[in-house]
């Protein structure tokens, strides 16, 4: 299994940024996927997370500014970044938890990580 995480870039405060994350392999289910982010120096943090069944949750710092949301068809999750702070300047990883068409338990997929910066 392969999450493959795309979307970051430099922005200016204020502006917006789409990520996408999406899993590929032998794949039987695809549970939570979820958003973290690590800014230099710091502690990685989880930012948002979506349900199979599609509730979400988010970090306080977040909220009302980041969506986060899925395509279940493509195994694809997405985070819509808004009225963007340096403060968000991080790497951006996804997760999803997954149970592979060989194993009966489901486990932690982890994705490469794609930087944003938020600067003018």
């Known amino acids: 299994v392969q999450l493959q995480a795309s979307g970051g870039g430099l922005v200016q405060p204020g502006g917006s940024l789409r990520l996408s994350c999406a899993a590929s392999?032998?794949?039987?289910?695809?549970?939570?996927m979820l958003w973290y982010r690590q800014a230099p120096g710091k502690q990685r943090e989880l930012v948002a997370g979506?349900?199979?069944?599609?509730?979400?949750n988010y970090a306080d710092s977040v909220k009302g500014r980041f969506s986060i949301s899925r395509d279940n068809a493509k195994n694809a999750v997405y985070l819509q970044m808004n009225s963007l702070k340096p403060a968000d300047t991080a790497v951006y990883y996804c997760?999803?938890?997954?149970?592979?068409?060989?194993?009966?338990?489901?486990?932690?997929?982890w994705g490469q990580g794609t930087q944003v910066t938020v600067s003018s």
């Open positions: 997760k999803a938890v997954i149970r592979t068409l060989t194993a009966i338990d489901k486990f932690d997929y």
């Open positions: 392999g032998s794949i039987f289910s695809v549970y939570a």
């Open positions: 979506i349900t199979s069944d599609g509730s979400t």
